[in-house]
């Protein structure tokens, strides 16, 4: 499976953007999805996670009421919608999948990596 992360870029505070995590070299529709994020000098983190059907999320409590996770199995595709952004939000965004049952908020449980979309939130 390869993923592609795309959708990042410069927004002002309080604005949106929508990412999506596009899935090929397999039929993705079985797998969790996760999405973390890497900011400069931190520890990667979790956002939020969704499992195969799109019936369960999970997110972090900094993504809460912000952000919003759907999947379309049909484009094989994750879609992360950012609502109300801030300035802390600035990180490398990354999209991982894995086979296994669980929305698991931690890297290792990740099988499968996209090489990530850097989103900068300015004040």
């Known amino acids: 499976v390869q993923l592609q992360a795309s959708g990042g870029g410069l927004v002002q505070a309080g604005g949106s953007l929508r990412l999506s995590c596009a899935a090929s070299g397999r039929t993705y529709s079985s797998y969790t999805t996760g999405w973390f994020r890497q900011a400069p000098g931190k520890e990667r983190e979790f956002v939020a996670g969704i499992n195969w059907s799109g019936a369960r999320t999970a997110y972090a409590d900094s993504a809460k009421g912000r952000f919003t996770l759907s999947r379309d199995n049909a484009k094989n595709t994750v879609y992360l919608q950012m609502n109300s952004l801030k300035p802390e939000d600035t990180a490398i965004y990354y999209c991982?999948?894995?086979?296994?049952?669980?929305?698991?908020?931690?890297?290792?449980?990740?099988?499968?990596w996209g090489q990530g979309t850097q989103v900068t939130v300015s004040s």
């Open positions: 991982a999948g894995k086979i296994a049952y669980g929305l698991g908020s931690a890297s290792s449980e990740y099988d499968y």
